[in-house]
């Protein structure tokens, strides 16, 4: 079965970090663009981050810009979140998402380009004190 899992989430203090991965299970991550979204409610699913196939090429949304960071390490299969100084605003359920693409630069934040691909379940983020 092809999927993404989403894990890493939870409850964090305001200015706390948590580390999300996004792990893929039968077929491998080396060919897709990542992306990592959130959707809080009553709002819009949102891009937050992106990074190409190669890993070269990331992009991340103004509001979360010198905060989070994502890798990948294709060996292990798996795409990461590192988000830093977190604010309540960051609170949602935080879903990536495959694009497969032989542009090993391509690297997109707009969910509907992945309409085609590959989502996880989601994983819920909650920034409270």
């Known amino acids: 079965q092809l999927r993404l899992v989403e894990s890493g989430g939870g409850l964090v203090q305001p200015g706390g970090s948590l580390r999300l991965s996004c792990a893929a299970s039968?077929?491998?991550?080396?060919?897709?663009?990542i992306g990592w979204f959130r959707q809080a409610p009553g709002k819009e699913r949102e891009g937050v981050s992106c990074?190409?196939?190669?890993?070269?090429?990331?992009n991340y949304a103004d509001s979360v810009k010198g905060r989070f960071t994502i890798s990948r390490d294709n060996a292990k299969n798996t795409v990461y979140l590192q988000m830093n100084s977190l604010k309540p605003e960051d609170t949602a359920v935080y879903y990536c998402?495959?694009?497969?693409?032989?542009?090993?630069?391509?690297?997109?934040?707009?969910?509907?380009?992945?309409?085609?691909?590959?989502w996880g379940q989601g994983t819920q983020v909650t920034v409270s004190s």
């Open positions: 998402a495959a694009l497969i693409t032989t542009n090993q630069t391509l690297c997109a934040r707009d969910p509907r380009l992945y309409r085609l691909g590959f």
């Open positions: 039968g077929f491998t991550l080396d060919y897709y663009a």
């Open positions: 990074i190409s196939s190669s890993g070269g090429s990331t």
